[in-house]
């Protein structure tokens, strides 16, 4: 993880070289990268879509890493997509679709609901629940401890908006959840040496809902209420908030290649796969 370096393959070679040497010395027989620290986190290189900036906690890196990298003898693992929903294009028909869905998981005793930010620590708990029983099977994972969760949501808390962060429930009890989060790259990228404190962080919290972009950061649902529409549901609604505020558009990142359900449900709304990692 936190792999960066100028464009030479001898540097590469050599921080990779001292990596495995280290690892060898204490009997692992396999690397993987890049992660910092897990996939929980930014995982994985830009690979294609240079050509926009970063959203709120993706990875950037130059072109030339790919080629170094697969030079010196990596090969790859997995790819992640990043898609890009523009408001503009979004298909009508796929949040009609949505709303009849809406109405029909009702009758089944399941609603989708805005985050309660009042009840913010008891809803954490519920989507680390969620996020650790819906990724199990995932590949790359590993489970949120109760204090890393703890500290990334007390670290994202003051950018959630509940018009952005939905929970799914049957009968009284969480199924799945959808966070998105404002792209305070936009704002951010103006701060010298990305400082936030003393002032910046004021900066920061009067301007994120002038960003013009949000990332959908995180969306899951328990396997046995999957397949009746609850994604397509979180889609269309972080659609329709977002329209309402004149937003650009929306980054649903990152979904593995091997993801087919949330692949479908981006691409059926009219969803553009806009950069590979």
């Known amino acids: 993880g936190f792999f960066e370096f100028i464009e030479s393959k001898e540097v590469a070679s050599a921080l990779l070289e001292k990596a ?5 010395s204490e009997n692992y027989d396999y690397l993987m990268g890049p992660t910092n620290f897990t996939t929980n986190e ?32 990596l090969k790859k ?8 929903l523009y408001t503009k294009s979004i298909s009508d028909r796929s949040i009609k679709v949505s709303q009849m869905l809406e109405e029909r998981l009702k009758k089944q005793d399941i609603i989708i609901r805005d985050v309660n930010l009042k009840a913010f620590d008891e809803e954490a ?3 680390q629940k969620i996020y650790n029983e819906a990724w199990e099977k995932n590949w790359g994972f590993v489970p949120f401890s109760n204090s890393e969760f703890q500290y990334l949501a007390k670290e994202l808390k003051m950018l959630i908006d509940s018009k952005f962060a939905y929970m799914a429930e049957h009968k009284g009890k969480t199924i799945g959840f959808s966070m998105s989060l404002p792209d305070i790259n936009e704002i951010t990228k103006g701060f010298k040496k ?5 002032f910046n962080i004021i900066k920061l919290l009067l301007n994120k809902k002038k960003t013009r972009c949000v990332r959908i950061l995180a969306m899951g649902v328990i396997p046995e ?13 972080n659609i329709i908030e977002a329209r309402k505020r004149n937003l650009f558009g929306g980054e649903a990142s990152w979904i593995l290649e091997n993801n087919t359900e949330m692949i479908q449900v981006a691409e059926k709304s009219n969803g553009e796969r806009y950069k590979t990692y």
């Open 77 to 84: 693992e997995m790819d992640m997509y990043a898609y890009m």
């Open 194 to 198: 990305g400082r936030l404190f003393p």
């Open 42 to 73: 930014t995982a994985g290189y830009l690979v294609e879509g240079f050509d926009e900036p970063p959203k709120l906690m993706m990875p950037y890196n130059y072109p030339y890493y790919d080629k170094i990298l697969k030079s010196i003898g």
């Open 125 to 127: 708990a519920s989507i």
């Open 20 to 24: 495995r040497d280290y690892l060898a």
């Open 225 to 237: 209420f999957r397949k009746k529409g609850i994604e397509a549901i979180f889609f269309a609604r």
